[in-house]
């Protein structure tokens, strides 16, 4: 199975990034990113096989990350793969500390993971034209954190769709939750 961890925002923040993607998609083209599916990737697993999915789950839980708030600051469009993109001006320290400890857990379970750095961002529309214009201004939009996913990601002619598998608490100041 397709797996990942992600961030996902509640409705109403994930409808104000779609809404602004349709407008910016007049100067962009590309295909907007459905509602439901707006998520920031925290780590990307690939392809693993089923058996091992309790070693994900099992290291996602011993991460002790601590709920933040991500801004949403900035919308570009990168060339390399047509994307546009919306996230922060700098990645909050305790997100880029949960990606990190996230990453080296996952490693610890044997996991493969790229050596790439983190790049916090939310792809909001995919197969972009360079913008022909200014985007539009981002909307205000509230994303609380205070879990993280772990996601099963279903290819299909229609693009994937995502299932959640496993939902972890964060918890403020970071400290584990008492279970
Ligand atoms: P589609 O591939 O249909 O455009 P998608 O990219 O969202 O949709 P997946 O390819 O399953 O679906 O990827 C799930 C998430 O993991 C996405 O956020 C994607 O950007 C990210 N991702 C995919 N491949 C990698 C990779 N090699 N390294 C890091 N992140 C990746
Ligand atoms: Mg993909």
Not at 19 to 38: K, L, P
Not at 40 to 62: D, H, Q, Y
């Amino acid at each position: 199975m397709r797996l990942f961890f992600a961030l996902w925002p509640a409705p109403r923040t994930a409808g104000a990034l779609h809404d602004w993607a349709m407008r910016a998609s007049r100067e962009s083209g590309g295909r907007v990113t459905h509602a439901e599916t707006i998520h920031l990737t925290l780590a990307f697993l690939g392809e693993v096989a089923a058996e091992r999915l309790p070693a994900a789950i099992e290291a996602a839980r011993r991460v002790k990350g601590a709920t933040h708030t991500l801004p949403i600051e900035q919308a570009r469009y990168w060339k390399h793969n047509r994307i546009v993109w919306a996230g922060p001006n700098e990645t909050p320290a305790p997100l880029a500390a949960l990606a990190a400890e996230l990453k080296a857990c996952l490693l610890k379970a044997g996991f493969e993971l790229e050596a790439r750095a983190f790049a916090a961002h939310v792809t909001l529309i995919r197969n972009a034209r360079e913008p022909r214009a200014a985007l539009p201004e981002l909307p205000r939009v509230d994303w609380p954190v205070g879990e993280f996913v772990l996601v099963r990601s279903v290819l299909s002619r229609e693009g994937s769709s995502y299932e959640p598998i496993e939902r972890c608490a964060l918890s403020a100041g970071g400290r584990p939750r008492a279970r």
